[in-house]
Each structure stands twice: as C-alpha cells, then as structure tokens.
C-alpha cells in the first residue's frame, strides 16, 4: 500500500499501529498433503514438520536508543505545570508489542512527586513477586533471577490514585507521523513514525520547586495493578525513568535566553567587558594558523551588527561556516542523502559519457570503413588492399583497434571511465598494428 506523504510542517496522528505478530515464542507446523494420480495407489504424507520461531521485543529495560524525545527534558527545571508529560518512542508499534489480554497496551508512564515512590532494584522474582512471576512465565519463559528496576508507591491509596484505568492506558497512547524534512520534529529519524505515551497528571509547583520523576513502566501480565484492594501496592516494572523540577520560573527561551552567561561570547578583558567593535563584534584572543596568538573579532548570533562593514580579521562566517559542518556531519539522515545524492549524479555522469563515447567511436568505425571502401576501388585491379574491409562495408577490425586506441590516449590527462591507464593506449596501438601486419 502506498503511504500519503505527509505535509510539510503538519503531523497526523493514529490511535495505534499494532504489529503483525506480539512479541512471544510461535509454535510454527507444516505439513504436506499427498495424493495419489487418478488410480494410483494411496502414497502416506510425511510426518508433520514443527519449529519455532521468537518474536522479540524490549520487557524489562527499554534503551536509551529507543527513546526519541520526552517532555520535560531530563534535570531541566521551569514552568512545565501546564502540560502533560510524555515520551517520544521511535518505534511505532512499541506499545502494543506487548499487550494485556483485552489490547490494552503494556507502556504507561507515571508521574510520581518526590515522597510518593521509591524505586528499587534487585532479581526480578524479589521485585515484583512471585503471583506476577508465574503470570509474566505464562507470556514467555523468564529468569527470576534477572536484575531489574521497579517503582514501588508509598501505599495503595497512592497507587490507585496515580494508575491510570485501563481505558485510559489506551487513550494516553497514540501514534503519530511527521514529515521528515521537519528535522525538529523529525530529527534524525529514517522513517518518520513514531509512537507517544502520555502521563495522566500535571506537574503542578508546589510552594517553592517541586522535583518530579516520570516513570515509564511495564503492564504486561499484570492485572493485579487494578484489581488489588488491600495489601501493599503492587511494584511495576520500570523500563525507564528521568527527572525534572516544576518551579513558578524557568524554562522558556526567554528565561534561558535572559540568563545566558555572556562570558560564553566573550571573556571580559581585565578592565571590564570589551567595548564593541564598530562592525558589532567583540575583540577575541585567538591563535593563527602557525600556532602564534593574534586578535580577532567575532560576532555572536545574540549580538546585533554593528554599521560599519566587517574587518578583515572577523571570523564570524568562518565560525558559522564551521559549526554548519560539525552539524551536518553529525546528523546521520543528512549524510546518507548527501552519499546517495552523489552517487546518483556520478552515475549518471558517467552513464552520459560512456554513451557519448561509444558513440564517437561507432562514428570513427563507420567513417573509416567507407574510407577503406574508397581507397579499394582506387587501387589498380590486382592489388590487394593491405586491409580489405568486411562484405558489408564495415571497417576492418585493426582501424578500429587504432580508433579507440586515440581515444584512449587523448583521455590519460582525466579520469576514465574504463579506468585504462596510459599503458593501454600502447597496448591498443600495437594490437592494431599486428593485426594489420598479419592480414
């Protein structure tokens, strides 16, 4: 089927891209039927062929590599109580690789205050214990002494307050598609597609900075997170997890852009800040070619131009010129379509002229077979031509071999596409002249 493009600057959103298969262990049979031609005895099949065959899938810890963004950014601090928190998942059929039993999916990220959870670590069977064992043993065959992490709540009341239902597991999951060009959203990824899981609580600031942690936790086999009514709260799995801090200030770009340490655009000197240049820079220590120090000047992006014209030792474009390459060299998407751009040029290129030299040569092979056929008819009767062209007026074989001979010589000064070094053209011009001799 054929994907829409999906346009520039815009997102379309999917409620879920479910897998052709759930991650598990398939019993795959097969079997052959045989039967006998019209009267021929009956012929007994042969014994019914099984294998299996392992669907994988992250469980028990997700890598950093699948996480493509998360809001708010790890031990960030500022304003964030007016929007959900969420990660980016660059698979988009991650959340339902694994699934409940009525499809609910297995991801759901919780937002937990400081001194409401702890998390904890040890062998899976003491994590989470051995009723969520055997129910994770019945999906697929674990090791109860695996090394995990878990988010364990400070009591069920807590619990049951912070877990979202399991239909509204579903609808904090969804799926959406960005066009690739869109590199904020995109980034670097290849396809485009990616899956999102939402919490289901505002980091809301408290009377001063409130820490917060999100905690992206696993559902798989675990029915007992809703129906436990009494006892301690059940611990989850926990696939990954990152903090933040919500306070009244911060985080915006003004905020950041307001608190920025200008000695990151250059020092100040021993009597202050350094008096702008009449072209709007700053005058910098820097270090010639040669390893000798000299002074240059450098305009920031956050500083404004100044009216007179730049001096000659500004190094302001050769700076954005050069952070330009250490950014495209970094992104791997770019590079790859750079790659692929140049090879498709190349070859065409070189598919051009390759056509356009063979179809020199075929013009020098029919114009010096006419010749060949003039210069026999001069010839006094009973002279033999030294090269008599072919019957059907083609030319003989050792002008060609002389033809492309030239051709080659006058081509050892450049690339080839027959990659001929100058020996050839020799090579070339003595076959020629053998074969012309020996006829």
Known sequence: MTETPVAPGSVRLYD????????????????????????????????????????????????????????????????????????????????????????????????????????????????????????????????????????RMKDLATFRALLPSRAEVGLLTHVRRVDLADTALAGTDDDGWFSVVTANRLPLAGDGPTKWTACLVSLEARDDAWTTTTGPSPTLLLLASWSFVTSSAGGTFE???????????????????????????????????????????????????????????????????????????????????????????????????????RAAVVGDYLAGGARALAATAARPAGDAPVDPPEPDGRRPQPLLARALADRLAARTDRADLWQAPPQAATAARAIGSNEGEGR
Not at 107 to 120: D, F, I, K, S, T
């Open 255 to 357: 905020r950041l852009a307001a608190d920025l340490d200008v000695a990151a655009f250059g020092a100040p000197g021993p009597g202050g800040a350094p008096p702008p240049r009449p072209d709007g820079g700053i005058g910098l220590a820097g270090t010639a070619r040669d390893g000798s120090p000299t002074a240059v000047g450098y305009r920031s992006p956050l500083r404004g131009a100044g009216a007179g014209p730049a001096a000659p030792d500004d190094v302001t474009d050769a700076a954005a010129y050069e952070l330009g390459r250490l950014l495209a060299a970094a992104d791997g998407r770019f590079i790859r379509e750079v790659v692929g751009w140049h090879r498709s040029a190349e070859a065409t290129a070189r598919s051009a002229d390759a056509a356009r030299r």
């Open 16 to 151: 879920r891209v479910e897998p052709a298969l759930r991650a598990g262990l398939y019993r795959v049979s097969s079997s052959l039927d045989v039967r006998p031609a019209a009267g021929g005895a009956a012929l007994a099949a042969p014994p019914t062929h099984a294998t299996h065959v392992q669907v994988d899938a992250p469980r028990f810890i997700l890598d950093a590599g699948e996480i493509a963004a998360q809001h708010p950014p790890a031990d960030a601090a500022g304003t964030f109580a007016d929007r959900l928190p969420h990660v980016v998942l660059g698979r988009r059929t991650l959340p339902w690789e694994r699934r409940l039993g009525d499809g609910t999916p297995w991801l759901a990220l919780l937002l937990v205050r400081a001194g409401e959870a702890v998390l904890v670590e040890g062998a899976l069977q003491q994590v989470v214990g051995s009723t969520a064992l055997a129910a994770l043993g019945a999906n697929q065959p674990v090791d109860p002494n695996r090394p995990v992490r878990g988010v």
